[in-house]
Nanobody
């Protein structure tokens, strides 16, 4: 069984920063990628950043230059540094792992940015 624990969210003023953390554990047999998604109220879940097992990273255009992902996919540990936060970044942020054709999700951590 695979478990993901994500944390680090909170309430911050616009322009502020937060660091999110994610740790996956359990039986991962074909780890292909790890990443961060977010879902704002009334909106679909969207990709924020992803790293593949070959080291390729991609960011959503809306966060490029402001968010930085780091960590060690081999150790199934991931971080997301959120800088220059905007009210539109308010959402629940989810860590995810792609193992073969399976997606596993963290429980989500709330990020709220006040104007």
């Amino acid at each position: 069984q695979v478990q993901l624990v994500d944390s680090g969210g909170g309430l911050v003023q616009a322009g502020g920063s937060l660091t999110l953390s994610c740790k996956a554990s359990g039986s991962l047999f074909n780890l292909k990628a790890m990443g961060w998604f977010r879902q704002a109220p009334g909106k679909q879940r969207e990709l924020v950043a992803v790293i593949t097992n070959s080291g390729t990273t991609n960011y959503a255009d809306s966060v490029k230059g402001r968010f930085t992902m780091s960590g060690d996919i081999a150790k199934t540990t991931l971080y997301l540094q959120l800088n220059s936060l905007k009210p539109e970044d308010t959402a629940v942020y989810y860590c995810a792992v792609v193992d073969g054709t399976n997606y596993y999700w963290g429980q989500g951590t709330q990020v709220t940015v006040s104007s």
